[in-house]
Structure formats: structure tokens, C-alpha cells
């Protein structure tokens, strides 16, 4: 399970992520990157609620990277211990930036 | 034949009561001499007694009080001779029933008391039998209550228990459904005990080898593919010392004050326990399946909580409520129940009612599409097999947190766990038997000291190496990064050991943490 809240306000965006990131929700998480970014200057993920990722969640993370790398920033906030671990032994911690 | 003698017999008589004897047995077969009458017996008619035995070497005597008893025991007739005592004799006209087995059914008489009325009217064999057992159980732990009278009920026997204020678990679900988790609780704990309890050798009859004459007595009424088939599922069952009770349900456990307690001892045996499992499918579901109204008037409930009740002790006494489970184990008590129906109803001539014909046929179509999806009886509450969809992976998920729930797992290694089992069986799902759907199977083991999962994924796709794959560079850029490989990377990553080996046409990938 896998909810997503967004707010936009002046070309700058707010992804808050719940629950899971997966092989079954990353989908979701794909489609709403793709449906926001188009214009956005800077995008935040809100991992405060996500408690699980898996490597189907870190490759929409890498496209949405690729993307806001040509148009703007993008940047992850709120991230839990064991999600960030994640991150570090897949060498994330490199390619996104990590408030 | 049966021929009362009375009175006195000695000397004065036995000439005159002999040829009275005499003149009523002469063509009989099959002779008994009801005592119930006889106050005296002396040397002359033990005399009398013997010389019929010689012509009629059957002969028995029945209904002897225990003044003549203990003459004939002085004497060694009741060594040389079969020779009943008189018994007690109870009414159950009116009396309450509370407890029905496939031998017998069991009244309270009074406050205190219960008896035991058999079916069967040549019962005092069994009536030996089950006290033995019921000693036996106590004996290893099972708490259960032990006769200490044997009684005439009519034509029939019966055995007096002591049941103080007991309440059956059929009846405290039919007028307390609110208690319904209370019961499968207790029902499962006890249930679980009988299972660990570890018989002695040849104490109890092997489960096995009746089931192997089920088999062997279904293969006149089934297609010969099926009935070698069945026959073989249940020869591949390994034997077993652990104790069933045979027809376990609600209304063969009692709530005495607060104790739980086992009765309708007379089924006890040794198996494996998918032989438990069926018949209490039988009781519950099978028993009922096309007229729902008979679980009604066996067990007092009716037919939509008998199957809560079922699927939830199910659950609880496997330790899971992943649904492919339940339906794997479920099938599997299924076969073996569905055979024992079908053998029951054609002893009891049910293929010459149409009731019966339907039953039957009914339960035959079930257990030849089982039979055909099947391959062992045998199952292992810490593996599942499952379809490699990614859709599934949510139940494998909930899987693997039941089996760790019981250890001390933090929230970080179960989640890496995860990631893990995520990975590998999209990995299986994706390339395995693609384009095709195949199954894959999943064994959690935990072990202690160091605490420890292993986990195994077989599957019979093609052969597939994933730690053989190069491992992605995980220095480059966002821009250099490819997508590919991390899955499996992470695997490596987060697990102490990542193990694969192809064998006997199966891909069986082995990842174990330490926790």
C-alpha cells in the first residue's frame, strides 16, 4: 500500500509518500512523478511515512532524478534509518540529495 | 439363543433343570445362559454347566451376580469360560445428551456422572479398549477422564465417567458465538498437545495402515488412475508416533470449572496428523456439505460457524492466515476426508438411496479433481507454495512476518528480509517461466543460538544463475547509472549468505541472516 499526497505552489512540488514504495506500488509512485514534473523547478519527496523500499522504488527515484537533474533540483526529505540504508549500500546516497 | 436359569441349582434340581436345559438348546447355536436370576449354583450345577459346554463349546454366561461370580471364579470357570458379571443398570430415557462419536454417545445421568452408551451391543471389548487408551493418554499428559464403572443401558453397554459440571465446546459456541475465539484457542491448544504427545510403540493402532485400507477398499469404486493414485499419496506418508485422537471436535472436549478437557477416547492412534485434519474437516465441512442442516444437529451450530470455526482453527494450529496455505493443507485433509465419507456411505448403503447417490457423487467429482492436483499428502507449515506472480507478493510477505513474528526480529533485518524476498521472487516471477505462470516454492526456517532465517526459493524454470550477473557500479552518476542489476545486488548486500545451485531441474536459491 502505497499513498501519495502532492501540493504544488510556484513551479515547486511536494510529493508526501505512505506506506510502501515496491515492485507493486512503484508504478503508482512512476505515474504521479510523470503527471508533476513537467514545469517544476524543484521537487521534495516526504519520506517521513514510507517504511519499506525495494529496488522498484529506487529506479522511479533514479528517472525522477535524471529528470529534475535537467530542469531543476530535487531533493528527499525525512528519510528513516533503514531506508537510508538502502540507499547507502546501493551508492543513492551519491546520486540523490538527502536532506 | 439366550435361556434365562434361576433359583437355586444343586443337588436336589440339577437332574430335573438339566433336562429342562436340554430340551430348549437341542439345534441351537450360539448359546448363553442369562444368570441375572441365579442366587445359588452348587457343585451339582457347575456339573450341568459343563456338560452343555461339552456340546456347546460357545457357551457363555451373562448377568452374573457376584456371590454366583465368585463361586465360578473359585472353581476356574471364569478362566475356562467366558463369564459376564451383572452390571448396573442406568436409564438414559430423558437424560441430556451431550456428546456424539462415531462408537457410542455419551448422556449425563446426573449432576456428576455421564455415561458412555456403545453402539455396538457386544461392546465390552471396546469399552476395555478405550479405558485402556483413555489411561494411556493420561498417563502422557492428555487430560482426559477415565471410567470407573461399566453399566447396562438397555441392550447395550455403557461406561460411567465422572464429569462434574462439564460443558461441551459445541454447546458453549452454539449459545455463546461471542466466545468463538476463546474457543478455537483451547481447542487448538489442546489439539497441538495431542499432536506433540510421542506414543510408545504398538500402544495405539497405526492411522496409516487404516487409511492404506480406505485406499485400497475405494479403488472398486473409483477410475483405476485415481484409485493408485490415492492409494500411493497415502503410502508415501511416512509412519508416525505422534498421538491423534481420531474424531476431534466440539463435541469431544468438555470445560470442566476451568480445566479443558479430551474425552471419546476409543479412536486414539498414532499418525501423521493430515489424518486428524480430515476428519475434522468431516465433522465440521465435509459431513455437511450438501445439507447444511446436519451440522446443525450434530454439533448444535450451525453450518456458517462451523466453517469460521474450521478455517480458524485451521489457521491458528498452522500458524498462518495466508489463504494459499489454509487451501493447500485444506485440500490435502480434503482427499483423505472425502475417501473416508465415500467408504462410509457405501458400507451404509448409500448407493442404494438417492440421498446417498448424491452424497457420494458429490464427494467422488471433489476428490478426483484433488487427487489430480496433488502430489503429497505431507505438508510443512513453513514453506509455501505459491503462483510466482507478482501480484502474490503481499501474501508471501505476510508469510514470512508470521513465521518471524515468534522471534526477536527488529523492524530493520525483518524489512531487509523483505527487500530481499521481494527481490528474488520478482526476479522468479519475471524470468522463471516466462511467458508462462509456474510456482514457486518458499521455505522459512528460523533457528536459534544464533538467531537465524534461512530462506529458500525453488523453482522448476529454466536454469537461472542471478548471482552470476555482474554486480552494477554503484560510484557513477545518476546519468551513467542504468537500471538493471540492483534487485539482486541489494540481496547480496543486506543477507549474510546468498547461496545458488541448480539440481535435479530446479533452480533453489538459499539466502540466510543473521538477526
Redesign the interface.
Given at each position: 500500500m502505497l499513498n501519495i499526497t502532492k501540493t504544488i505552489e510556484d513551479g515547486r512540488g511536494t510529493l508526501s509518500l505512505e506506506g510502501r514504495l515496491d515492485t507493486m506500488t512503484a508504478p503508482e509512485l512512476e505515474q504521479v512523478v510523470r503527471d508533476t514534473i513537467p514545469g517544476l523547478t524543484a521537487l521534495t519527496l516526504d519520506f517521513a511515512k514510507l517504511d519499506y523500499i525495494s529496488s522498484a522504488g529506487l529506479r522511479v527515484l533514479l528517472s525522477a532524478q535524471k529528470q529534475m537533474n535537467k530542469q531543476g533540483s530535487m531533493k528527499l526529505t525525512n528519510v528513516n534509518e533503514t531506508v537510508l540504508e538502502i540507499f547507502e549500500v546501493t551508492g543513492f546516497v551519491d546520486i540523490l540529495t538527502i536532506a | 439363543m439366550i435361556i434365562p436359569i434361576k433359583g437355586r441349582i444343586d443337588s436336589t434340581n440339577a437332574a430335573q433343570v438339566e433336562q429342562e436345559l436340554q430340551a430348549q438348546i437341542a439345534g441351537q447355536t450360539d448359546l448363553v445362559l442369562d444368570a441375572q436370576a441365579l442366587d445359588y449354583i452348587s457343585s451339582a450345577g457347575l456339573r450341568v454347566i459343563l456338560r452343555i459346554r461339552k456340546e456347546h463349546p460357545e457357551l457363555r454366561i451373562v448377568g452374573v451376580n457376584s456371590d454366583v461370580y465368585e463361586i465360578l471364579d473359585m472353581t476356574g470357570f471364569t478362566e475356562m469360560m467366558p463369564v459376564e458379571k451383572a452390571y448396573r443398570v442406568v436409564s438414559v430415557d430423558g437424560a441430556e445428551e451431550i456428546g456424539r462419536g462415531a462408537n457410542g454417545t455419551i448422556y449425563r445421568i446426573d449432576k456428576d456422572n455421564v455415561v458412555k452408551v456403545y453402539n455396538n451391543p457386544e461392546a465390552l471389548a471396546d469399552i476395555q479398549h478405550e479405558r485402556e487408551v483413555a489411561k494411556l493418554a493420561l498417563i502422557l499428559g492428555i487430560p482426559t477422564a477415565i471410567s470407573y464403572d461399566v453399566v447396562k443401558v438397555g441392550d447395550s453397554y455403557g461406561s460411567v465417567f465422572e464429569l462434574l459440571n462439564a460443558r461441551s465446546f459445541a454447546k458453549i459456541l452454539a449459545r455463546e458465538p461471542e466466545k468463538l475465539d476463546w474457543c478455537v484457542e483451547e481447542f487448538v491448544k489442546m489439539l497441538k498437545l495431542i499432536h506433540s504427545t510421542e506414543v510408545p510403540a504398538g500402544k495405539l493402532p497405526d492411522m496409516r495402515e487404516t487409511a492404506l485400507g480406505w485406499a485400497k477398499y475405494m479403488k472398486d469404486y473409483l477410475p483405476e488412475e485415481a484409485g493408485e493414485k490415492l492409494a500411493a499419496l497415502v503410502a508415501a506418508i511416512p509412519h508416525d508416533d505422534h498421538m491423534l485422537h481420531g474424531d476431534y471436535h466440539t463435541k469431544n472436549l468438555e470445560l470442566q470449572n476451568d480445566e479443558v478437557l479430551l474425552i471419546d477416547m476409543d479412536t486414539l492412534a498414532v499418525g501423521h496428523p493430515i489424518f486428524e485434519l480430515a476428519s475434522m474437516y468431516n465433522s465440521f465441512i465435509g459431513f455437511s456439505e450438501l445439507d447444511h442442516d446436519i451440522i446443525l444437529k450434530f454439533q448444535g451450530f450451525d453450518w456458517q460457524l462451523a466453517t469460521t470455526f474450521w478455517r480458524k482453527s485451521l489457521a491458528a494450529y498452522l500458524g498462518t492466515n495466508c489463504p494459499t496455505k489454509l487451501r493447500e493443507v485444506e485440500d490435502k485433509a480434503r482427499i483423505l476426508g472425502y475417501t473416508r465419507l465415500i467408504r462410509r456411505a457405501i458400507r451404509r448403503k448409500g448407493l442404494e438411496t438417492e440421498t446417498g447417490r448424491a452424497e457420494i457423487a458429490h464427494w467422488k467429482s471433489e476428490l478426483l479433481e484433488l487427487l489430480d492436483k496433488t502430489d503429497t499428502l505431507l505438508f510443512d507449515k513453513n514453506e509455501l507454495k505459491i503462483e510466482a506472480v507478482?501480484?502474490n507478493?503481499?501474501e508471501l510477505l505476510a508469510f514470512l512476518g508470521e513465521r518471524l513474528e515468534a522471534t526477536d526480529c527488529a523492524?530493520?533485518a525483518r524489512?531487509?528480509l523483505?527487500?530481499a524476498v521481494?527481490?528474488i521472487f520478482?526476479n522468479i516471477a519475471s524470468y522463471a517461466y516466462s511467458p508462462e505462470i509456474g510456482k514457486a516454492t518458499v521455505r522459512v526456517e528460523v533457528s536459534d543460538d544464533p538467531l537465524c532465517v534461512t530462506i529458500t526459493f525453488i523453482d522448476h524454470g529454466v536454469p537461472y544463475d542471478p548471482l552470476a550477473k555482474e554486480d552494477p557500479d554503484?560510484?557513477?552518476?545518476?546519468?551513467e547509472?542504468g537500471?538493471g542489476g540492483?534487485?539482486i545486488?541489494?540481496t547480496k548486500?543486506?543477507m549474510d549468505d546468498v547461496v545458488y545451485e541448480y539440481k535435479d531441474g530446479k533452480n533453489i536459491l538459499r539466502i540466510k541472516k543473521s538477526i
Open positions: - | 507478482p501480484e507478493l503481499e523492524p530493520k524489512m531487509q523483505e527487500v521481494e527481490e520478482v554503484v560510484t557513477l552518476s545518476a546519468e547509472r537500471i540492483l534487485g545486488f541489494m548486500q543486506l
